[in-house]
């Protein structure tokens, strides 16, 4: 069970790196007003999407013990990242409120996973 939940978590990493990796190579065109959700960006929050349920439920399987307030708050900001992405996909030019908030929640979202214990 340990090698499988360790590869939901590389999964779910990829899709991090994806999703803010796709933000980051963007910033440039963002203080211009250019720049745009990628089709990286949208598969890597569905990727988080997917393999945090799935990490969710193997953890459950496993009986090891889940924070449920942590994955919450965890889960209510990808879905938000999510439909940000999803809503601005294909828009050639998005707000920088908007595309300044989904590299700010995915950020923190990160740091909710790494310093919540």
Partial sequence: MDVLINAFV???????????GGFLSQMKQMSSGTARMTPGMLHGALTMLVTGVALVGLN????????????GIKMALLIVILGLVYVKRDEEKVESAAFGAVGALTTVNIFIAVLWT
Avoid at 10 to 20: E, K, M
Avoid at 60 to 71: F, G, M
Wanted: glycine residues 8%; proline residues 0%.
């Fill in 60 to 71: 459950e399987a496993d009986d090891s013990a889940v924070n449920t307030v942590k994955i």
């Fill in 10 to 20: 590389g999964l779910h990493i990829v899709g991090i790196a994806a999703l803010l």
